[in-house]
């Protein structure tokens, strides 16, 4: 199906996972990442389109990526979402090998590879959430204008809200 090619592919660039000699993850871990991501996404947002999610037989109905039919909202919350749950999963099990060690004057820290994905998490984290934030509002992932400066704005220090059709100021 065209939504494994299509969304496996993002979300290997949201996790960067692009050695394809080496890969962190297989093809199917991602499949079945992007299913459970969009079962949970199913949950929390109201999606346009009605999708049939069956995580065990690894199917997604309609396709989301079928031209003609593209969902770029669903395609691109989900691999948001799918990207923050394999972060998720390996800040996790870094963590529980982040140790330092000494022996006199060898020694070996592995704190900072969890601080770094600490970081990389709270970044699509924070992405996933401000994309929700934006389907919500208006229905289009990408649309929003969020600022002082928008059309509307009476005041610089307020912070506005506009949507492309300016009925909500």
Known sequence: MSWQNEMVVIVRHLVNDLNSSDYTFTDDRLEESVLVAAQLASLEIDFENTYSIDVDSVTLTPDPTASGNKDDSFINLVC???????????????????ISLRDGPSSLDLRGIVTGLNILFEDIAQRYEDAVLQYKLNGVVGEAILGPYSPGSDSVARTSLSYRSGWFE
């Open 80 to 98: 948001l979402k799918t990207a923050r749950l394999l972060l998720g999963s390996e800040l996790k099990t870094h963590s529980l090998n982040a």
